[in-house]
C-alpha cells in the first residue's frame, strides 16, 4: 500500500470514528425539575407553590417542558460558558403560557384578568459541566387588567435536579 493510499485510509477511519463519536452525544437530554414558583398581582396578593417540570433538550436546541399539566415547546440559544442557554417560546407555547398567567391572575384577584403585555425578562436552562444536573429558571412581568382595574404582574419559577440522555 502506498503512503497516500495509507494516509487517505487514516483519515476516512478518522472521520468515521469522529462522526460515529458525534452520533452518540446527539442525544436527548433532559429531568424532572423540582422547585418553587411566585405569582404577584398589583393590587391582590401573591400566591406561592412548588412546581415540577418534566424537562426534554434536544440536540437541534429544540425543547419540551409538561408541568403536568400543560406541554410547552420552543427553541434555545447557546449563551456564554458553561452549558447555559436561553430559551424562548413558539407561538403557541407563549400563548398558553399567558393563559395560564392570566388563569393564576384571576385566581388571586378574584375577577378575570385579561394579560395586555407580557414580557420575558429570564428564562434560562443550566447544565453542570458533566451534564449530571439543571436548572431552569423563568420570569416574567405582566399587565393586566380586570373589573375595571388595570395592574401589573410578576412571575418567578426555578426548579432543578438531576439531568441526563432521555429516550
Known amino acids: 500500500m502506498s503512503g497516500c493510499s495509507a494516509l487517505a485510509m487514516r483519515v476516512t477511519l478518522g472521520l468515521v470514528l469522529a462522526l460515529a463519536a458525534g452520533t452518540a452525544y446527539a442525544q436527548n437530554e433532559g429531568g424532572d425539575l423540582f422547585g418553587k414558583e411566585k ?6 396578593g401573591a400566591a406561592k407553590d412548588f412546581v415540577s417540570w418534566d424537562v426534554v433538550l434536544q440536540p437541534t436546541g429544540a425543547w419540551s417542558m409538561n408541568d403536568g399539566v400543560n406541554v410547552f415547546t ?4 447557546a449563551t456564554g460558558k458553561g452549558g447555559k442557554r436561553d430559551l424562548s417560546f413558539d407561538a403557541p407555547s407563549l400563548g398558553l403560557f399567558i393563559s395560564v398567567l392570566e388563569s393564576r391572575a384571576s385566581s388571586e384577584c378574584g375577577v378575570a384578568i385579561v394579560v395586555s403585555a407580557s414580557e420575558q425578562k429570564k428564562f434560562q436552562l443550566k447544565v453542570n459541566k458533566n451534564a449530571t444536573k439543571a436548572k431552569v429558571k423563568l420570569s416574567y412581568k405582566f399587565l393586566g387588567s380586570g373589573g375595571g382595574q388595570t395592574g401589573k ?3 418567578a419559577g426555578s426548579a432543578k435536579g438531576v439531568w441526563g440522555p432521555v429516550p
Open 39 to 44: 405569582a404577584k398581582v398589583q393590587r391582590c
Open 153 to 155: 404582574g410578576k412571575y
Open 74 to 77: 420552543g427553541t434555545s440559544v
